[in-house]
């Protein structure tokens, strides 16, 4: 079941960018502690032009409870404004890659990751502390687990959390009634999903046809050379996206009910 509110472990880091800027040095402390000792995991964000949420992104992964030695990498995919200086002041893993698209960011940080597990995350994101255990579990009990990959909800910040819950349910039941006949990688995102660095590298990484979504479809390399597609269902595990995308797109009860028409059509 999906979460109709906000857990309290997300909504501390519901806070404006200046807050995390000016309590930087604890974010940088935290992240520090996470990484020490030999990295066993590598959390990869791509970021461009994220001055606004970046610093939240990262301050939610510095909570994060585990015993793994953690890397936090954020890769600059040629933004203009400050993200750059915020995620060098953070503590995060630089790295810096000029050619546009999430492809090559991604890329870019799984070159530069050094655990042997990767995850993938967003820069528009906020992480529950628990998620980093919720992804990397299943892929540590079974070696037949190629890809672990987890649900997302959105963060009330422009619409109401109870509106955006009913836009989710409805979502999930698209889901599931078009999973009946398109394959499940589809829904593999690229803001929740953990997998094994040297298997990626094995199937060419984010590598993918015109017009796929790359984290749907190395799910489904994954799946086809090295096992099964595991999806972790607990609310602990749950990333809070943004909702701005919805901005664009107008209202969301208009795409609440998009989404109903093509449900009973």
Request: one cysteine or more; glycine letters at 4%; charged letters at 20%.
């Amino acid at each position: 079941m999906r979460p109709a509110s906000v857990p309290p472990y997300i909504q501390i880091n519901q806070k404006p960018a200046s807050w995390f800027l000016s309590n930087i040095s604890s974010t940088r402390m935290k992240l520090a502690k996470l990484n020490s000792g030999k990295t066993q995991v590598s959390i990869v964000i791509p970021a461009y032009n994220e001055q606004e949420s970046i610093l939240r992104t990262i301050a939610s992964i510095a909570d994060t409870i585990t015993d793994y030695s953690i890397e936090l990498i954020v890769v600059d995919n040629n933004s203009t404004d400050l993200t750059k200086q915020y995620i060098i002041e953070s503590g995060a893993k630089y790295v810096f890659e000029p050619k546009p698209g999430v492809e090559n960011a991604r890329t870019a940080g799984l070159n530069f990751a050094s655990g042997k597990y990767v995850i993938s995350a967003d820069a528009d994101t906020i992480y529950s502390p628990y998620w980093v255990n919720e992804l990397i579990a299943p892929l540590a009990t079974d070696e037949n687990i190629a890809i672990s990959h987890g649900k997302f909800a959105f963060v009330p910040e422009y619409y109401n959390r109870f509106t955006l819950y009913l836009y989710e349910l409805t979502g999930d039941v698209f889901k599931k009634i078009n999973g009946l006949n398109k394959d499940s990688a589809m829904y593999v995102y690229g803001c929740s999903s953990a997998y094994r660095r040297d298997q990626v590298l094995a199937v060419n990484a984010y590598e993918h046809p015109v017009g796929a979504n790359e984290d749907g479809y190395l799910a489904l390399k994954l799946r086809d050379k090295f096992g099964r597609i595991h999806k972790v269902r607990s609310k602990k595990s749950f990333a809070w996206t943004s909702s701005r995308k919805f901005l664009a797109d107008g209202s969301l009860l208009q795409r609440i009910k998009n989404k109903a028409s093509k449900i009973l059509s």
